[in-house]
């Protein structure tokens, strides 16, 4: 898969641009604030249908202007396809695939596959289980589409049943109406925990390897799956079903009194551990890099391993995170993925990246200015 062209207008600081990527690697060069990020934001826009920065949609549009457009064009599997979306203040925001208007936002998903590496990445190790939640969520929802449409219904089972729990002594009819949501938390629930165990199962297959050759072999990588729904030893469909099942029906006081859910994927969590020990208590600086390095690339492998074709990999800025053997792994590796790398200092990357076929765009003030080959 390769992107061909961005166009974006009134996005964020860029009053109009229109950029021919290489299908190989592109770096952005400027100063921080210049709008290399935004830039690479409106590509992930047109992946997922939101931003990974914790802004409002509104924030997205020039501040001048009440519209912004954000259209990319990619050819995936020999065919081209343009992605168009159209943002407009205080309304939602229309997709349309090849001139066709999207239902939904979330149809948009797995068009645009990408990878991206930011320095928040960072939270994967050291932030709390909400943040690796959201690593799986998006990652898998690009290439399984039915994930996407379950765990948005097991939000809403989890929202109808904490309102039962909330007030289950006041209404005498809710000791009948838990059952049937218990029925869907269960069933949706276990399928979720399938589709994420399956995940995580593939990731260490890739993460393993590469974290050792990061190491230089002196260290060893492992991450696992963690459910308090279900036995870690057996997690197969009717073993999980059974045993979320037991943990739903004799813990249901216990939920009345917290007014609160309070077994199912909603509070899953991914272990990593080097060497043995978890990464996020003992992992040096440079451990929970080289972790977070290597889940990244390995979920490049995933994407490429489910569609046949590599993702657009974006790197926003996080080569300065980076030693210069990270580093330079990192660069070596990305060979035959197209890659957009954005950064305030070019001179360590034209080394790393001398025999490269690559276009650098330099950015000022939302505006991109000499492009050399």
């Not at 992930?44 to 802004?55: D, E, K, Q, V």
């Amino acid at each position: 898969m390769i992107v061909k062209n961005i166009k974006i207008k009134n996005y964020r600081n860029f009053i109009e641009a229109n950029i021919e990527l290489n299908d190989s690697l592109n770096i952005f060069v400027g100063d921080n604030g210049q709008g290399k990020t935004n830039l690479m934001e409106s590509v992930y826009l047109a992946s997922i249908g939101r931003t990974f920065r914790l802004n409002s949609e509104n924030e997205l549009i020039n501040f001048c202007e009440n519209k912004s457009l954000v259209e990319v064009l990619l050819n995936k599997n020999n065919y081209d396809t343009k992605i168009e979306l159209a943002l407009e203040k205080n309304k939602r925001k229309t997709v349309l695939i090849n001139g066709v208007k999207l239902d939904k936002t979330s149809e948009m998903i797995g068009i645009l596959n990408n990878v991206i590496f930011t320095p928040d990445d960072m939270k994967i190790i050291k932030g709390s289980p909400v943040e690796r939640r959201k690593f799986v969520n998006i990652s898998l929802s690009q290439i399984k589409p039915k994930y996407k449409y379950l765990l948005s219904n097991y939000k809403k089972i989890c929202a109808e049943r904490n309102m039962i729990l909330k007030n289950y002594c006041t209404k005498p009819d809710n000791k009948d109406i838990i059952n049937i949501w218990n029925d869907y938390l269960i069933n949706i629930g276990t399928e979720i925990i399938l589709y994420r165990n399956d995940y995580i199962n593939k990731l260490k297959k890739y993460a393993v390897t590469i974290y050792e050759d990061i190491s230089g072999k002196k260290e060893k990588f492992d991450i696992n799956y963690h459910c308090n729904a279900v036995n870690q030893n057996n997690i197969d469909k009717n073993e999980t079903k059974k045993y979320f099942t037991e943990k739903i029906n004799s813990n249901l006081n216990s939920e009345i009194q917290y007014k609160t859910t309070l077994y199912g994927p909603h509070k899953d969590d991914i272990i990593i551990k080097i060497n043995g020990k978890e990464s996020k208590y003992f992992g040096s600086q440079g451990q929970q890099r080289s972790a977070v390095l290597a889940i990244k690339l390995a979920e490049i492998e995933i994407i490429r391993e489910e569609t046949g074709e590599y993702p657009i990999l974006l790197l926003d800025d996080v080569l300065s995170e980076l030693d210069n053997k990270r580093k330079g792994y990192l660069i070596k590796y990305i060979q035959g993925i197209q890659t957009v790398i954005t950064t305030t200092d070019d001179h360590d990357l034209n080394i790393l990246t001398k025999d490269y076929n690559k276009k650098k765009f330099y950015i000022n003030e939302g505006k991109i200015g000499n492009i050399t080959n």
